[in-house]
């Protein structure tokens, strides 16, 4: 990948953490999703789902992309370990979305716990087909979206002069085939 997108950068400031959070506050009031509960994905998004969740005065969990190998051996930590989400609604929180496949696991982990989650959202999205594939796929299918796209990147890139044509057309022309890229430019193939 020719780009790498560091939402970790923003914890270090505090106006760009509560414009994230009301972000996303923002977008659960417009599309009127209804939460009881917020999650946040280990480890980035847990920073930015206890934000929001502080912002909402709402319960908040986070999920591990698998159990811890010692202790209660939770994938959900702020459960108690007899406990489930006894059918509330949870909105998960994740820093940045690429393929959705961690994402969606961690979907599929608050529904095994008994939640509901219907909405992933994110700071960040390449828009990857691969990744409303994975959202699709679940059952029910989840909805997704983020504050920023990689569309969004680009133009502001390009008008704030932070990148060159040359390296604008290089991102545009992976984005076009983002697993086939990096083989066409003398990369090993990715496993």
Known sequence: MPIYND???FLFH?????TIAQGLADIIQDREISPEVVAGTATAGIPHGALLADLLSL??????????A?????RI??????????????VVIEDLISTGGSSARAVEAVREAKGISNWCLSIFSYGLEKAAEHFAALDPPCEFTSLLTFPVLLDVARTGGFLSEDQIALLAAWREDPFGWGEKHGFPKAE
Do not use: F, Q, T
Request: aromatic fraction near 6%; charged fraction near 40%.
């Open 7 to 9: 939402n970790r950068m």
């Open 14 to 18: 505090p106006e760009m953490r509560r």
């Open 59 to 68: 319960p908040y969990i986070y999920v591990r992309d698998k159990p811890k």
């Open 70 to 74: 010692h202790g209660l051996k939770n």
């Open 77 to 90: 930590e702020g459960l108690d370990a007899e406990s489930d989400l006894g059918g509330r609604s949870v």
